[in-house]
């Protein structure tokens, strides 16, 4: 089963965050990423952070804690809803596809969310996200990684649509769009499917 190859979003995987949203917040730790004060650390006190995918807003929260201004979004309803009603964030609805700011922003924070976009679509998102930044700025985004078991893009076990791209892949479609990489950290970890895999972290500035 596959994407839309035109498409810049998959809209079952979007329609599985509106059906499990309940789930997610539920089950979602209080707790921020742990590459998320890493990120942080790198803006001055006060910077202007846009998230993407933001969820329930656990992410969303501690980027608040710590006085960064935020403009948190997820591009479902559902997660708007709930990052509202369980952490008091005012999330707005956006897909990646239709950022469109300019030079607004000193970080983008993307946790376990642009994974989720067809592999087609990443070098506009990216292009996207480089020039809603200001120069200089930081973005940080994780992916899991394909593997001999899992080569291509696909869906997962729980409907998702999955980029699952290579290190090199994503490495030359940042540097395409812009950016500098300044960190690359390959770790395994599980997602909420259950499988096993390894990931890439990477922390990246506008050149």
Known sequence: MSSDP????????????????????????????????????RLTPGARVLELGCGCGA???HIVQRRFALDATDGT????RKAKERFGIKARMMRFDQLDAVSQYDGVWAHAALL???????P???????GALKQGGWHFANYKLGDAQHPDEGRDPLGRW??????????KAYQNAGFAIDQAEQYTGNGSDGVGREWLALTVRKA
């Open 6 to 41: 035109n498409s810049k979003y998959d809209a079952a995987t979007i329609q599985y965050y509106e059906a499990a949203a309940p789930y997610y917040t539920e089950s979602t730790a209080d707790d921020r990423h742990q590459h998320l004060d890493p990120f942080l650390d």
């Open 59 to 61: 992410d969303a929260a």
């Open 77 to 80: 309803q559902a997660m708007v």
């Open 116 to 122: 989720h976009a067809p592999r087609n679509a990443l």
């Open 124 to 130: 506009d998102i990216l292009m996207r996200i480089h």
């Open 162 to 171: 999955t980029s699952l791209p290579s290190t090199d892949w994503l490495v």
